[in-house]
């Protein structure tokens, strides 16, 4: 079975631009995931999208957004990058049915965004 | 909103069990632990879950007093394999605004 898995792997912007990354699911599974990573804030929650909703969020500003298609799969945009924006992006996914926390979520293995 | 709160650091020898513990104090009813482990350049991956008292599996046990205001994983006999960083993660398991906050991860570094 395959795993998760995120494109691109690596990226880099200016300040000011835009970014979209994607994100592949497991098969059958229905809620995908967004967490940022940084050395200073450890792991933060961006928001979670199950049957193309969006069913939690984090408390991140509107620059950052996302949506999930019909097959599951989910992209997450950010607009008007900053230098704080720099991170590792990580999705995760799983069956969701109970809600993130009830299922074990699967990561794929991110993707790292530098900003300059 | 659940803050978490985990050591920064430790050290084992290979061999010897782990007790890694989170202070969740605000911990909300409907919340469950998750433990998740992470090495460099991955995403985490998924130990072990609990709601109360205590969950084993194949790798790790989780402990959960009966006030839930914190959780400890215990890994048995641990390897040069198990250096990673843990992290607890609470949350909410019901749909909804409920937000999801992960512990500040402790750095297990196990030593031969």
């Known amino acids: 079975k395959a795993g998760v898995t995120q494109t691109p792997r690596y990226l880099i912007k200016t300040r000011g631009q835009q970014v979209t990354l994607s994100c592949s699911p497991i098969s059958g599974h229905r809620s995908v995931s967004w967490y940022q990573q940084t050395p200073g804030q450890g792991l933060q929650f961006l928001f979670e999208y199950f049957s193309e909703t969006q069913r939690n969020k984090g408390n991140f500003p509107g620059r950052f957004s996302g949506r999930q298609f019909s097959n599951s799969r989910s992209e997450m945009n950010v607009s008007t990058l900053e230098l704080g924006d720099s991170a590792l992006y990580l999705c995760?996914?799983?069956?969701?049915?109970?809600?993130?926390?009830?299922?074990?979520?699967?990561f794929g293995p991110g993707t790292r965004l530098t900003v300059l | 909103l659940a803050k978490t709160t985990q050591p920064i650091s430790m050290d084992s020898y290979e061999g010897q069990e782990v007790n890694i513990t989170c202070s969740h104090n605000n911990i909300a009813t409907n919340d469950y632990i998750t433990w998740y482990q992470q090495f460099p350049s991955q995403g985490p991956r998924f130990i072990i879950q609990?709601?109360?008292t205590k969950v084993t599996n194949e790798v790790a046990s989780l402990f959960i007093p009966a006030d839930r205001k914190s959780s400890t994983l215990s890994l048995p006999r641990v390897s040069l394999s198990d250096t990673a960083v843990y992290y607890c993660?609470?949350?909410?398991?019901?749909?909804?605004?409920?937000?999801?906050?992960f512990g500040t991860g402790t750095k297990l570094q196990v030593i031969p």
């Open positions: 993660l609470v949350g909410a398991n019901s749909g909804g605004y409920q937000k999801v906050t």
């Open positions: 609990g709601y109360k």
């Open positions: 995760a996914s799983s069956l969701g049915l109970a809600g993130i926390v009830a299922h074990e979520q699967f």
